[in-house]
């Protein structure tokens, strides 16, 4: 009983915590009267929002806009844009006008605070409004769309306090916008490590798609081996396997980088040494060379196996290469330089059983993760390893039904190189109505992009151009997600393809714009 009234207590105790505390972060009150007159007087305030004086220099302000639709629209898309009808309408080329213009309005800014920070105009009228606009912006679409989100992170105060955790968001969008012209913006704002540093990786993950002046390159390369990667802190760790991916996507000789890559490469299972190991096979580096080899003869076992041939079940002795993640990603890695040995090593781990089974299905799943990452010249001298275990998968499904999500697994990482037969594969599963399939397939696409990847999708998006789809592949791919959204009921896929179209549409305009 008394333990019963504790946790009651507790409960009302936690209670009041969350509703006085409870308010979003994003969220302020102009309780200041000179600070309240501003407010008051601005005429974008007084477009939206209702303001009634009470005397002595203070003023009311609403907590809804004097808009009831847009009331009710704010109220159902409180998690984001891409999670509600009206996001989803918009998507369908069905959207209500007017509102990429309030979206705008939402990304307007001004220091009204009394301590000099800068709060989003609109967010007297609701909570989030302004954060939720720098998402939703790069799909309702606006002329000056670019502007305004660059104006929300061209200064530190900006993007400590105005966005902190939320700084991503405005980058993400610039990318989806094709707003290279921007790119310095972006670059300055890296720097800032206050809350979060996710905007780092959300940059570094696609950055390679534009073609970077000199300068710009520098300040990239400097950001990476001067601050991120001698770190020790954790906060800006978590940006070194993105910057790895980039350096190792636009073939750094930077000695000192190099030298980290190689020094993150005997991490063991971290996702640093994973990314470390992926980039020093792109770049074909010699030293690592010798370090993967020794450590693949070291893996080197023979076994005895048993397989079921019709009636009878027949021992034989097969050669095996341990099938751990770090192993794996070394060999691949190796692979992709051209050694014949990891070549063999890499036969096996996609290879089958006289039964039709794998030989082992994480080396499966590793083995195809690891190629994805590979680049275009790596990609040439592995593909038809991958490709023919690929296709003749697929036609063992019929006895291998278990076998399906790993086929698809692969299926994705061999499409994030164009392969065309991995694109009738996935087109494939977009038409069936197994949702969980669809979501995979979709994360593959990028609707997951800006996480370290795995061990199942890759670097979590599709090329386009060199080494990848081609522009129009690329864009039957997105004609067909588009038409199939609507027979989707899941929310959470609904997100998922909105996400991924807005990444391989934003490949395809940085392709034909020539980014």
């Given at each position: 009983m008394k333990q019963g009234m504790r946790n009651l207590s507790m409960g009302i105790v936690l209670g009041l915590v969350l509703l006085l505390h409870g308010h979003d972060s994003h969220a302020w009150r102009p309780y200041d009267k000179a600070i309240q007159k501003k407010v008051a007087n601005d005429p974008l305030v007084k477009k939206y929002v209702k303001a009634r004086h009470l005397g002595n220099g203070h003023y009311a302000f609403s907590s809804?806009?004097?808009n009831d639709r847009l009331n009710r629209m704010m109220q159902q898309c409180r998690g984001g844009f891409f999670t509600c009808a009206e996001g989803w309408k918009v998507f369908r080329g069905k959207g209500r006008p007017g509102l990429a213009q309030f979206f705008a309005d939402a990304l307007r800014v001004a220091p009204w605070r009394k301590d000099g920070k800068w709060v989003f105009k609109l967010n007297t009228g609701y909570p989030r409004t302004g954060y939720l606009a720098t998402e939703a912006i790069a799909l309702f679409g606006h002329k000056q769309a670019a502007d305004l989100l660059a104006k929300t992170i061209d200064n530190q105060s900006k993007l400590s306090y105005l966005l902190c955790r939320g700084k991503f968001q405005p980058y993400v969008s610039l990318w989806r916008l094709g707003a290279k012209h921007k790119l310095d913006v972006m670059i300055k704002g890296l720097t800032n490590h206050r809350c979060t540093t996710r905007h780092v990786r959300e940059l570094l993950h696609r950055?390679?798609?534009?073609?970077?002046s000199k300068a710009q390159k520098k300040k990239v390369l400097d950001l990476c081996v001067e601050t991120i990667f001698p770190s020790a802190e954790s906060r800006l760790q978590q940006s070194i396997p993105a910057c790895a991916q980039y350096l190792g996507r636009v073939g750094t000789k930077n000695s000192d980088a190099l030298e980290f890559?190689?020094?993150?490469?005997?991490?063991?299972?971290?996702?640093?040494?994973?990314?470390?190991?992926?980039?020093l096979g792109n770049l074909s580096h010699r030293g690592s060379k010798k370090v993967f080899r020794a450590a693949l003869k070291s893996s080197f076992r023979k076994r005895q196996r048993s397989a079921r041939v019709g009636r009878r079940v027949r021992r034989f002795t097969i050669q095996t290469w341990a099938e751990n993640q770090k192993n794996v990603s070394q060999g691949v890695a190796l692979a992709a330089m051209g050694d014949r040995y990891a070549k063999k090593a890499l036969r096996y781990w996609v290879g089958f059983l006289r039964d039709g089974s794998f030989h082992n299905t994480s080396a499966w799943a590793y083995a195809f993760n690891e190629a994805a990452f590979a680049s275009p010249k790596g990609w040439k001298r592995i593909r038809s390893i991958l490709a023919k275990a690929f296709k003749?998968?697929?036609?063992?499904?019929?006895?291998?039904?278990?076998?399906?999500?790993?086929?698809?697994?692969?299926?994705?990482?061999?499409?994030?190189?164009?392969?065309?037969?991995?694109?009738?594969?996935?087109?494939?599963?977009?038409?069936?109505?197994?949702?969980?399939?669809?979501?995979?397939?979709?994360?593959?696409?990028?609707?997951?992009?800006?996480?370290?990847?795995g061990t199942?999708?890759?670097?979590?998006?599709?090329?386009?151009?060199?080494?990848?789809?081609?522009?129009?592949?690329?864009?039957?791919?997105?004609?067909?997600?588009?038409?199939?959204?609507?027979?989707w009921g899941s929310r959470h896929l609904k997100v998922h393809a909105i996400r991924a179209v807005l990444e391989i549409e934003a490949r395809i305009t940085a392709v034909k714009k020539r980014l």
């Open positions: 809804q806009f004097k950055l390679d798609a534009w073609t970077l890559l190689v020094k993150f490469s005997g991490g063991g299972d971290t996702p640093s040494a994973f990314a470390a190991r992926r980039t003749k998968g697929v036609k063992l499904l019929r006895k291998r039904p278990n076998h399906k999500r790993y086929i698809t697994q692969a299926a994705i990482n061999l499409l994030q190189h164009g392969d065309k037969s991995a694109l009738k594969y996935v087109m494939k599963v977009i038409r069936g109505n197994d949702m969980h399939e669809i979501q995979e397939v979709l994360s593959g696409c990028g609707s997951t992009l800006g996480k370290d990847a199942r999708w890759g670097p979590r998006h599709l090329r386009v151009g060199k080494g990848g789809l081609s522009v129009k592949t690329a864009q039957k791919l997105v004609k067909l997600i588009r038409r199939k959204f609507k027979f």
